[in-house]
């Protein structure tokens, strides 16, 4: 580094912002679950990202100046952009499970609470298998889920809540007639 300083002209063969830059692209693609919901891409993205982090670490201590052409410095900040394209998407399928659990959540639980209401006039009397904590069970699970970021899990656990309270409310109908 000191020699970059002295001989006037000369620069870094890899620029430190930019692999930095990368790496902090790979944490938030672990972050968001990349490997879960985008495969390929995530697995292309960590492959060229390993194979440049690895020339850009045996480059370290080269300089050169700054007309030669840096190949390893365009291949980086191309990963960089495809990075950030990466994380955009899984932004954006990431707010789209949360709205979606939250509908359902929201769905079931207001449904939950008509069933209980239905329940309650027939004599506190549950008509179906499964017990109201079974699906309060749920209908915590979810949200916990949910709260965690887990939007994908919550929807699996809302849905199964749902289709319990759908069940409950048919065998309700059925009885109050």
Known sequence: MALVGSISGCVEAVPADVVEAVAHIDQDLVELRAGEF???DYTQFSHQWMVLK???QADEDLIRWPWEPNELEVALRQLQAEGDRIVARLTK????????AEAKIAQAENRFQITTLQVSVVDGRFLSRQRPDDIERLMTQARVLYDQGQYDQSLIASAR?????FTRSAVLRGELR
Do not use: V
């Open 38 to 40: 985008f495969p390929t």
């Open 54 to 56: 690895a020339r850009a």
């Open 93 to 100: 399928e990431h707010e789209s499970l949360r709205r979606s």
């Open 161 to 165: 809540a749902a289709q319990s309270l």
